[in-house]
């Protein structure tokens, strides 16, 4: 038997573990992946499950026979899926966001009972029920008691998938009853080659315009999947700046922020003349130079929940890896100077504010309110 995990990039050893657990048969029933956004978690969750199904002799899975057909396209009532907005998943669908659009906030107990109503049916048209929880760790406690319940006599059908970003924020009853796994992170050059040996179009784009390939894995956090929704972002070019020059605004956002108690020796401070150590006055008008249109400033939201994420893992001296900071140091001299439950709200206020955007006509009065909200990360101000 032949276990084909190629749609997944990278990951080596994780793989060849999974593929001896399964040729041995002694695949657990219940396993965490843990990621940020764009690392493959769901695309590992949707190839287990078909190889777990997978009706071919010859190499599993192989996409083609009518078990992996339909579990990747979602089309069976024993793929059970639970993702934060409520909508079932696919292998082709994105997960939403949970930190851009952080409502609904949490996974709630009754949607984990009729997950557990389902459990004790007999498999329909595959040979197991699969289960895919997308933001496992957003359930609430009285979902994951209920889950627990499952997990612990699980019946022998039944194959769970826990998918997170940080495991934290689970109960250790819960972890203790899954199999751990860490989805790989890259580093910008293993990243730039794993994608231009697997991924036309990323080939395509290092052959035309390298730098337009790096600048979006620059942006990545390191993750194939978000560099691969870069890439498929149209118009291109327009995106790839909209992207780089919300990274750089929110950087000097952040600068602004916390420069009034250290000078700021942020190259892109340096690079701005005359904002050396901005005012709010200041930054404003900037942004409504720089970040004057509502694609900008859905990014620049973006960039900054990505940064305020960072220092919340660096509070919580988690191990996960960073999305905005490139190096673990710069954020944690930040971090000490935050408080994390004003971090969370910050966050949640700027994903509202990020909603808004459609809906409010006034540009400037939701840039004036992005700094108000950013000037309360800080603990003392
Ligand atoms: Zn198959």
């Known amino acids: 038997m032949n276990i084909d995990f190629s749609r997944l990039y990278g990951n080596q050893t994780l793989l060849t573990m999974l593929s001896s657990k399964m040729e041995a048969a002694s695949f657990a029933h219940a396993y965490l992946l ?26 599993r899975p192989c996409g083609e026979c009518p078990s992996c057909r339909k579990i990747y396209s979602a089309q069976s009532p024993d793929l059970y899926t639970v993702a934060l907005d409520g909508l079932p998943l696919n292998s082709s669908k994105d997960i939403p966001e949970s930190i851009m659009d952080p409502i609904p ?34 359930m609430t406690e009285a979902a994951q008691n209920a889950l627990l319940k499952v997990l612990e006599e699980p019946p022998g059908t039944a194959v769970f998938f826990l998918l997170c970003e940080n495991r934290r924020n689970l109960l250790p009853t819960v972890l203790s009853r899954v199999q751990q796994l860490r989805m790989e992170i890259f580093d910008d050059e293993t990243l730039h080659s794993v994608l231009t040996k697997h991924d ?102 973006d960039q900054l929940c990505s940064a305020l994420r960072d220092l919340t893992v660096c509070i919580d001296t988690s191990e996960i890896p960073l999305l905005f900071y490139p190096q673990a140091e710069q954020p944690s001299a930040l971090a000490e100077r935050c408080d994390r439950r004003r971090l969370v709200r910050t966050c949640q206020r700027l994903s ?12 400037s009065l939701l840039q004036a309110e992005l700094v108000q909200t950013l000037f309360s990360i800080r603990a003392r101000n």
């Open 34 to 59: 843990e990621g940020p956004v764009g690392s493959g978690k769901k695309t590992l969750a949707f190839l287990l499950s078909a190889a777990i199904c997978c009706q071919s002799p010859h190499k």
């Open 352 to 363: 509202a504010l990020r909603r808004n955007i459609d809906f409010n006509a006034n540009l």
């Open 200 to 301: 036309t179009l990323a080939r395509e784009t290092a052959r035309k315009d390298d730098t337009l390939l790096r600048r979006y894995i620059k942006l990545s956090g390191g993750t194939v999947g978000r560099t691969l929704r870069y890439l498929q972002s149209t118009p291109k070019e327009l995106r790839a700046d909209t992207l780089y020059t919300a990274y750089e605004n929110a950087v000097l956002c952040l600068d602004t922020v916390f420069s009034d108690d250290a000078p700021s020796s942020s190259p892109v401070l340096q690079k701005r003349k005359g904002l050396s150590r901005p005012t709010r006055t200041e930054l404003l008008r900037y942004l409504a130079t720089h970040a004057g249109t509502r694609d900008a400033m859905r990014a620049l939201i």
């Open 105 to 138: 906030n949490s996974i709630g107990v009754d949607i984990i009972r009729s997950l557990r109503s389902d459990i004790y049916i007999k498999p329909n048209d595959l040979d197991k029920k699969l289960y895919i929880i997308a933001h496992a760790d957003r």
